[in-house]
């Protein structure tokens, strides 16, 4: 028997999931931030340069470091798509693939997600609706199809939240155990991919939109 909070709602009043096309392995999504500096990776050769002239060059990559000099890739869709057990796992955003000659450049992750679930629910003591972070990492050989790796869970929607809410969430390369080695083991060619969950009959997961940005070196020695 079905929990009582997992019970269906009557089909007149359940939410319909709204058909969608998953993100593509090539993200259409891609946008430039020309706010945030260096824009390019001429502006950190530049720099480095610069500073190259007048410090130990090997304490260079460490400085920039710790200035958070690193390039920033925003990628973003905004979408109302409705997710329902059937359709657990559909990738909502799928990031460019990561750029670099730095081996594991990533230093920061940051991933914004807005939603809801139906707004509804017996129980409201937990929410069956979520959102996963995983990595879609290409295949060594030619010809070979990538694989989606190193789940992890995101974030979790309010319990019957009627408006859409956004969640925040910040992995850096000096975040706590998990979330550090998460951000480390990324490299060049790999995407993120943001996925929709739902379980039990009844739950939705009402996706409004989705960020995620991604910061990497642009040298390390």
């Given at each position: 028997?079905?929990?009582?909070?997992?019970?269906?709602?009557?089909?007149?009043?359940?939410?319909?999931?709204?058909?969608?096309?998953?993100a593509s392995s090539s993200s259409d999504f891609v946008q430039n931030d020309t706010?945030?500096?260096?824009?390019?990776?001429?502006?950190?050769?530049?720099?480095?340069?610069?500073?190259?002239?007048?410090?130990?060059?090997?304490?260079?990559?460490?400085?920039?470091?710790?200035?958070?000099?690193?390039?920033?890739?925003?990628?973003a869709r905004t979408e109302r798509v409705s997710i329902n057990q059937r359709g657990a796992g559909f990738k909502y955003l799928r990031s460019a693939q990561i750029d670099s000659a730095v081996p594991y450049p990533v230093r920061r992750v940051e991933f914004k997600v807005t939603s809801r679930d139906q707004g509804w629910a017996d129980d409201r003591a937990t929410s069956w609706t979520w959102f996963e972070a995983s990595v879609d990492r290409q295949g060594t050989q030619e010809g070979e199809s990538g694989q989606i790796m190193m789940k992890r869970r995101l974030c979790t929607n309010v319990a019957a939240g009627r408006d859409d809410r956004t969640y925040e969430?910040?992995?850096?390369?000096?975040?706590?155990?998990?979330?550090?080695?998460?951000?480390?083991?990324?490299?060049?060619?790999?995407?993120?991919?943001?996925?929709?969950?739902?379980q039990y009959p009844g739950w939705t997961n009402n996706v409004h939109s989705a960020e995620v940005n991604v910061y990497t070196a642009g040298v390390y020695r």
């Open positions: 028997m079905i929990p009582q909070h997992h019970r269906r709602r009557p089909p007149h009043l359940q939410s319909r999931p709204t058909p969608a096309t998953e706010g945030h500096h260096p824009r390019s990776l001429h502006d950190i050769y530049h720099t480095t340069s610069l500073l190259r002239q007048i410090l130990v060059p090997d304490l260079v990559p460490s400085i920039l470091n710790d200035a958070q000099y690193w390039l920033k890739a925003r990628n969430v910040v992995w850096t390369c000096e975040s706590e155990d998990e979330e550090r080695e998460w951000v480390h083991s990324l490299k060049a060619g790999d995407s993120i991919v943001i996925s929709v969950h739902a």
